[in-house]
């Protein structure tokens, strides 16, 4: 399904929007930029809650805004859950988890109650009033009801700025595995590096108002120059199976030719892939596997590429056995003293506990 | 709140009413009459009820000037008892009468006081210091109010007192102002002084040689032309009955 | 105590009237205008504002000459009414309805435009987004979490509308059964130094008063405690 936007917008004196473009959504569409740059305008604009003049938005082959033409919201089906809680005071969990469900005409009902509350954990809310959640069941209720108009798109505005690190944790599984099983596709708007990291799998780019790329995640996190990496450094996704923990409670991860612990996460194991993160200051590089050491993870690894020192800090990529990349940072010294060169094969080693998040 | 569930249910029964401004059925006979026939006109009413028991009557009081802008202006109303006959002859010189003017009473103004003794005043005693508040009809609209000033004048207090007056909307107000003691003194109807309320204290007759004369004057308007009971009380007028209650009430008939 | 005669009768079954009429067609007319002004973008917004709040520092005689001159027989108002068949509106209870209308408007139109800034636009929008239409919204998401300030632009509409006096002397004249309402009656029953019904009836709307205001502040208490 593609998403076609054309929009021109002047908002006083500096704010400028200024988007002609077009992608395919699938999964989940990460639009990334600084506070500022226009994704919310931008988001606005595709729910219709923004009619900009002249501006032109298609969603597959149905046309929300052409000339004259304006598909308002409710018509759009178009799920839609806020950075803060915006469940309606006056109605119980349940009236809000059901006031799209009733609204939608009974033939285009795909998702149901039973498994959109079994999906996000809220089976045992319904009773409740919108006062005795806390801030985590109110994001969840709200991603509920917003599952359950069965959209053919869900906007999601910064879903867990408003939450504590605690709750984020509580909330990523959910938003992660939600694209999957329900199939519907979400624009997920944030300004956090590590949210787009974990949950999108396609990223739109923003910034002064205009799109610079639009990559996917691999492709991203394949350049060097990727405004991900800006504050935190290179960063690289794993995506793969958890085994179940064993005794010590520390679980395999990934294929056998490429197998990584990871200290027990609230994470339930099984069929659903899982993305691990790996910051590259957090990967060291050995010319040997080395034996009597803490370190849990020894990977075989081949390099495929040595990025230019910036501060005397190289940035090397590495492909593993099993083909995905990892991105190791070291200095450039140590580059020179193991003759680090693409093509070479050697070991990566990964501390356990730097994959716990 | 069940008033706000279904307007829908409303909206007819106000619409209907809206477009029915021009339908004024079954309407009563609407006198206007000049303040000083506050209580006379009372009287004469409730004896025509008597007589005519199936007529509706309404009298609504108020200044003749007031009142006979009101009929200018389009007020539902079918006779005109004004204190001064030169505005029924202003209407009907606009063409909004039926009838033509004619005088049913002379009428008289008094000085008036609760607090002091009105029957030994004088107009000249009007200037006194021990009296500070003077009350009469505002004399633009109000024909007792213009014959006060016209009677003032001619006394040649009126200078003197001038800064002591307080003007009612209508004779009837600033004879109220009198009676609530607001004013020590009022200049008022001898129509309201021989009222029962008012009668309890002594009135000053102002000699009728220092104003023009009230010559009181009514007409049936264009409106009452189209309706036999206004014409028909307008004739009960001339009878000796009512005479009677109006010469009891302090005026002087016609000849 | 007195008790009331038929023409008391008659000045409550107007006044009434009168005050429910205006207080429902009000409500009708300020609830979209409010809306507009509480979040419209227009810059329009601030002159319609000032119109709507001009009875609050206007006399009432000035609208009351305004309204007589354009609603009698030979205004622009009364004058198209008449050729158009109907009756002219001055010294009519439509008359007065309508001048009532405009004179509380503020009544209305404030505390609802209050009302829906405090709303806020997130609510509204997240009901379109699970498919509810404007009539829809309107129903289960705006009326019922603004409903304290419909109850006091109503409240104070119907109240403000029986303390009216000046305007309706000005073109309603003081006519039984159509115009005569309550405050006007007081002022004759005083003018006549009938003071006893005065009195009454002035007691009548003096705790009438005292209760509506009473009513509407219990409710804009209780109304910031709903939407913290």
């Given amino acids: ?357 | 709140m069940p008033l706000f569930a279904k307007p829908g249910r409303l909206l007819l029964p106000l619409t209907l009413m809206l477009l029915t401004t021009a339908l004024h059925a079954g309407d009563p006979v609407r006198i206007a009459a000049a303040s000083d026939l506050r209580y006379a006109l009372d009287d004469i009413v409730n004896l025509y009820r008597e007589v005519h028991p199936d007529t509706a009557i309404e009298v609504i009081y108020g200044s003749s000037g007031k009142m006979t802008t009101q009929i200018i202006n389009g007020a539902p109303y079918d006779i005109f008892f004004s204190a001064d006959i030169a505005f029924p002859q202003q209407l009907k010189e606009k063409g909004l009468t039926t009838t033509e003017p004619a005088v049913y009473a002379i009428g008289r103004i008094v000085i008036w006081s609760n607090t002091l003794n009105a029957a030994k005043l004088t107009l000249e005693d009007l200037t006194s210091d021990a009296i500070t508040r003077v009350a009469i009809a505002q004399p633009a609209h109000a024909p007792y109010g213009l014959r006060a000033k016209e009677a003032m004048q001619a006394a040649g207090v009126w200078d003197a007192v001038q800064s002591k007056l307080v003007f009612g909307e209508n004779i009837a107000h600033a004879a109220q102002m009198a009676e609530s003691g607001a004013a020590q003194v009022g200049i008022i109807a001898l129509s309201l002084a021989r009222f029962p309320e008012l009668a309890r204290h002594d009135h000053y007759l102002i000699d009728n040689a220092l104003h023009n004369p009230l010559t009181q004057g009514y007409v049936v308007t264009r409106r009452g032309g189209n309706m036999p009971e206004a014409l028909a009380f307008a004739g009960f007028m001339a009878t000796d009955k009512v005479h009677d209650i109006m010469i009891r009430y302090g005026f002087v008939m016609p000849e | 105590m007195y008790t009331f005669g038929p023409a008391e009768w008659q000045a409550i079954d107007v006044t009434l009237r009168l005050c429910l009429y205006t207080t429902i067609i009000l409500l009708l007319l300020a609830t979209p205008l409010a809306w507009w002004l509480a979040k419209g973008r227009s810059r329009g917004r601030d002159v319609v504002q000032a119109i709507v709040s001009l009875p609050l520092v206007l006399p009432p005689t000035v609208l009351g000459f305004y309204l007589l001159v354009a609603m009698g027989p030979r205004g622009i108002l009364g004058k198209t009414l008449e050729d158009l068949g109907f009756h002219h509106l001055a010294f009519s209870f439509e008359g007065i309805l309508i001048a009532s209308i405009l004179y509380s408007m503020p009544f209305a139109v404030q505390p609802l435009t209050e009302a829906f800034s405090h709303l806020g636009r997130r609510p509204v929008e997240v009901a379109s987004s699970l498919g509810a239409g404007a009539i829809d919204r309107f129903g289960t998401v705006i009326f019922p979490l603004t409903r304290s300030g419909f109850v006091v632009a109503a409240t104070l509409t119907f109240a403000h509308t029986m303390g009216e006096f000046g305007v309706i002397l000005m073109l309603g004249g003081s006519i039984p059964g159509e115009t005569r309402v309550l405050s006007v009656l007081i002022y004759d029953h005083a003018e006549a130094m009938n003071y006893e019904a005065a009195h009454s009836l002035s007691l009548m709307l003096l705790i009438f008063a005292f209760v509506t205001l009473l009513v509407v502040y219990s409710f804009t208490r209780r109304f910031q405690v709903v939407r913290l």
């Fill in chain 1, 1 to 357: 399904m593609m998403l076609r936007i054309r929009a021109h917008l002047r908002y006083g004196g500096d704010f400028e929007l200024k988007v002609d473009h077009e992608w395919p959504l699938e999964g989940v569409t990460g639009l990334f930029g600084r506070s500022g740059c226009g994704k919310t305008t931008l988001l606005r604009l595709i729910a219709g809650l923004e009619r900009i003049r002249g501006a032109a938005v298609s969603f597959g082959d149905q046309q929300w805004q052409q000339g004259s033409k304006f598909v308002p919201l409710h018509r759009r089906r178009i799920g839609l859950v806020f950075q803060e809680h915006s469940l309606l005071p006056h109605l119980s969990v349940e009236d809000n988890l059901l006031y799209g469900y009733r609204r939608t005409p009974a033939l285009l009902r795909r998702l149901h109650p039973p498994e959109v509350s079994a999906m996000l954990g809220i089976e045992d809310l319904f009773g409740r009033r919108i006062d005795q959640l806390s801030g985590g069941q109110r994001q969840r209720v709200s991603l509920g009801r917003a599952l359950l108009i069965s959209p053919q798109l869900l906007l999601l505005d910064e879903p867990m700025a408003a939450l504590d690190t605690q709750t984020r944790r509580e909330i990523m599984p959910f938003l992660g595995h939600m694209a999957a099983e329900s199939g519907v596709p979400i624009i997920m708007v944030s300004h956090s590096p590590d949210e787009i990291e974990r949950l999108a799998d396609r990223i739109v780019f923003l910034q002064d108002g205009l799109i610079q790329r639009i990559e996917t995640l691999h492709e991203s996190l394949a350049r060097p120059d990727s405004p991900l990496f800006d504050d935190a450094g290179a960063v690289s996704v794993l995506e793969g199976f958890l085994g179940e923990a064993g005794e010590d409670g520390v679980r395999p991860f990934g294929p056998s030719e490429a197998r990584l612990w990871v200290p027990e996460a609230e994470q339930a194991s099984g069929s659903r892939p899982t993305r691990i993160l790996i910051r590259a200051r957090d990967v060291s590089l050995s010319l040997v596997d080395p034996h009597h050491i803490s370190i849990q993870n020894h990977l075989p690894v081949t390099i495929e590429r040595i990025d230019p020192p910036t501060d005397s800090r190289c940035v090397v990529a590495c492909r593993t056995a099993d083909g995905q990349l990892v991105l190791a940072e070291v200095t450039s010294r140590a580059v020179s003293q193991l003759g680090l060169e693409a093509g070479k094969s050697l070991y990566m080693l990964i501390k356990s506990v730097a994959l716990l998040e």
